[in-house]
């Protein structure tokens, strides 16, 4: 019989197996399946055999599989610290290890079959289940050293974790993050526009016609400011009232007469850059691919606006001319030197949009493309909405699903590679959970102290967990000029917990006499 301390030693030794395991599935689940978008239509496979996956699937190469082989490998680690107590031999526990990876990879690759933009392929459960192996075969090479230095570093911070030193590295942490965040998050502000701006309709700088684009133009607006859900409502209904003229920089109506010119008489007239064929009709704009529309003035002071507030919203309410399939440039804001500051374009029935920021234009392809907008001729209401961070898409009034998040976890993401459009919900979470999963854990070891139901338990809960949600969100806020995100708060906050439960698992706590447990 095993003595207490042996006791307590064997199953610290189980917890840790049981985190690694659970830390492991959730990486695997979080790589392989976001965005998390069930469509229940497979797409790809064998017509009627969703079961047999796309045949082998895959062809990345030699780089992508071993990427495949390293992903399991800490989930076949974990297994091995399970099946090792059941095994009779250490070929067992591979063996067993293997078939669980290989068993957890298929449901990975069939559940990829209804998930757009991931692909699925027996090729990725033979790697996923190869790394399921290696990573058994690892653990029972220095498993229980791996195991027993976690055990003891736990135990550590547990003693150094007195209700004071807890508030002060805690403090510290969030500090440090914070300080990391400010720069980071600088890389979403419009910095970096030009200062010698032209607006262009129809068209972009270099004024070729094979970039120009064809359809009727009715009207196009410019704010300093995002708009929110229920003005964009009003405005496409008609009944815009005195909130839509805050922060609008421009409004070009071009169901007026000939002269082209802003309602606001803030940004210049627009003029014909080609006198060929553009025409104008009595209700409209008619671009045919041939003319197109320029400032000859500067629009450096809405430029300026724009930068001051860090925030924009522009209207576009166009139609496309029908069978015009080119890829032609709606509107666009153009230095002279012909740098682009921001450019709506048509790819098809893809609606493009871009715009400069010191995110956008280094080690990165932030172009956002939303399918299937110009179709049969339909008019169509546009409006992109930046509020410092985040960008919007409305369609006829309605928001569109998706955002185009830049924060800090892009910023961060670029350092060690290029980043993607759609990538941005991803680094976005991986930030948060870089910053508040770890502070939860700290958390957790200091909450072992803290019995519940008291004041103190009370107390630490909004210090260790509210505050540091709050205080990262405000410095954000502050930097990018941002509303605060209730969505932000929510997912610190349950990141932190989540680590504050995660490290207390298996673990027993000595409570106060007449005390529970903190969690």
């Known amino acids: 019989m095993l003595s207490p301390a042996a006791t307590r030693e ?13 830390l492991s599935l959730v990486g695997i689940f979080f790589l392989t399946l976001f965005p998390f978008r069930i469509v229940l239509h497979a797409k790809g496979g064998i017509p009627g055999f969703p079961f047999l996956l796309g045949g082998w699937g895959k062809s990345g190469g030699a780089f992508d599989d071993f990427l495949n082989v390293l992903l399991f490998i800490p989930f076949g680690f974990a297994m091995g610290g399970k099946f090792r107590r059941r ?131 009715f009207r196009l607006e410019l704010w300093d400011r995002p708009l929110s859900p229920k003005l964009v409502r009003e405005l496409h209904d008609g009944n815009g009232s005195q909130a839509g003229q805050t922060g609008l920089l421009a409004d070009y109506d071009f169901s007026r007469p000939a002269k082209f010119s802003d309602r606001q008489g803030f940004l210049p007239d627009l003029f014909w850059a080609s006198n060929s064929s553009g025409r104008v009709e009595p209700s409209k704009l008619v671009l045919d691919g041939q003319s197109w529309l320029a400032s000859r003035g500067s629009i450096d002071g809405a430029a300026a606006a724009i930068q001051k507030t860090n925030q924009f919203a522009i209207r576009v309410i166009c139609r496309a001319a029908q069978g015009a399939e080119s890829d032609g440039r709606i509107v666009g804001i153009w230095g002279r030197n012909g740098e682009m500051d921001l450019r709506i374009r048509q790819d098809g029935n893809t609606l493009v949009f871009w715009f400069l920021n010191p995110l956008s234009v280094t080690r ?38 998706g955002t185009y998040r830049l924060g800090p976890g892009m910023a961060m993401a670029r350092i060690f590679h290029s980043v993607g459009t759609s990538e941005m919900d991803g680094y976005n979470d991986v930030y948060y959970f870089l910053v508040f999963f770890p502070g939860g854990i700290l958390a957790g070891l200091a909450a072992r102290r803290i019995a519940a139901g008291t004041f103190r338990a009370m107390w630490f809960f909004v210090g260790a967990i509210l505050a540091p949600a709050a205080l990262v969100e405000m410095t954000l806020v502050s930097v990018s000029g941002r509303p605060i995100s209730f969505f932000y708060l929510t997912l610190s906050v349950t990141l932190a917990v989540a680590g504050c439960v995660w490290i207390n698992i298996g673990t027993k706590i000595n409570a106060a006499p007449n005390e529970a447990p903190f969690y």
């Not at 199953?11 to 659970?22: C, F, H, Q, S, V």
């Not at 979403?188 to 972009?204: A, C, E, H, K, Y």
């Not at 399918?371 to 919007?392: L, P, T």
């Open 10 to 22: 064997t199953d610290n030794l189980a917890a840790w197996t049981t985190r690694l395991l659970i």
């Open 87 to 217: 095994a009779k031999s250490g070929l067992e526990t591979i063996l067993r290890a293997l078939a669980a990876g290989a068993l957890l990879s298929y449901t990975v690759e069939f559940l990829q079959l209804y998930i757009p933009l991931r692909d699925s392929g027996w090729t990725d459960v033979i790697t996923n289940g190869s790394g399921a192996g290696v990573g058994s075969f690892l653990f029972l090479l220095s498993g229980d050293t791996v195991l027993q230095l976690l055990s003891a570093g736990e135990s550590g911070l547990t003693r150094i974790l007195t209700w004071r030193w807890a508030a002060i590295i805690t403090a510290l942490y969030f500090a440090l993050w914070c300080a990391i965040s400010v720069p980071l998050q600088m890389h979403t502000r419009l910095s970096n526009w030009n200062s010698d701006t032209l607006l262009i309709v129809g068209n972009d700088v270099g004024g070729r016609p094979s970039t120009a684009w064809q359809g009727d133009l």
């Open 364 to 401: 990165s392809d932030l172009v956002w493309h939303i399918r299937d907008v110009f179709e049969g001729g339909r008019v169509r209401d546009i409006v992109f909405s930046y509020d410092g961070s985040d960008a919007f898409l409305y369609l006829d009034g309605a928001q569109k699903n």
